[in-house]
């Protein structure tokens, strides 16, 4: 009964396809979120939701694309990837966006792009 | 731009002795700082956390300091453990504002 899943957790693909990344949590909590880990090990955030609202939106390319379905949902579409997309992608989920609220993480998606 | 700052890529301590890892923030509008704990192939997981407004906060084993002054804080665990071996994150946010921007992490090796 995995919390915070995502799937795939590998996923090597060629420069210039379109990919998606499912994340699904089943704690009931109201906010979710995107995370890339690039090649320096940083996590960073790339998108937040809110009961399906967005309220984070990072400074990334527009090929990447953020979709929640329903709040237990929030899947990642990429556009056109590039070598440069290579990451690892961790999804998250926390009961709120209000800072006392831990984030808890899916197992990442290791994204290969050659 | 790194905001938050882990300068020690790796640590290694003696199973029992204390482990104590560090983090430095540049940016003075954080006001809420964790700390997250990583397996390899797995997700972060929460460990701690500490408001600006303490400059201590314990849970069990793990303890972690501010010094808002400085803006340094630290995670002691004592007595460390090989289950404790890990990847280390330090986080910091805006309370009002939760997005965090982590740290680098420091890998913690704690030897039997």
């Known amino acids: 009964d995995t919390a915070v899943s995502q799937t795939p957790k590998y996923l090597v693909t060629q420069m210039g396809n379109d990919k998606s990344i499912k994340c699904e949590q089943n704690?009931?909590?109201?906010?979710m979120y995107w995370y890339k880990q690039d090649s320096k090990k940083f996590l960073k955030i790339m998108f937040s939701y809110n009961n399906k609202e967005l309220i984070i939106n990072e400074t990334v390319p527009n090929r990447f694309s953020p979709k929640s379905p329903d709040k237990a949902h929030l899947n990642l579409h990429i556009n056109s990837l590039e070598l440069g997309d290579s990451a690892v992608y961790f999804c998250a989920s926390s009961q709120d966006s209000e800072s006392d609220s831990p984030l808890h993480f899916g197992n990442g998606t290791r994204l290969t792009v050659t | 731009d790194q905001q938050v700052k882990q300068n020690s890529p790796s640590l290694s301590v003696q199973e029992g002795r204390i482990s104590i890892l560090n983090c430095d923030y540049t940016?003075?509008?954080?006001?809420?700082f964790l700390w997250y704990k990583k397996y390899p192939a797995e997700g972060p997981t929460f460990l701690i956390s500490i408001s600006s407004i303490k400059d201590k906060n314990e849970d069990g084993r793990f303890t972690v300091f501010l010094n808002k002054s400085a803006k340094h804080l630290s995670l002691h665990i004592v007595p460390s453990q090989p289950g404790d071996s890990a990847v280390y994150f330090c986080?910091?946010?805006?309370?009002?504002?939760?997005?965090?921007?982590f740290g680098k992490g420091t890998l913690l090796t704690v030897n039997p």
């Open positions: 940016n003075s509008m954080f006001d809420y």
């Open positions: 986080a910091a946010s805006r309370w009002s504002n939760y997005k965090l921007t």
């Open positions: 704690l009931g909590h109201d906010t």
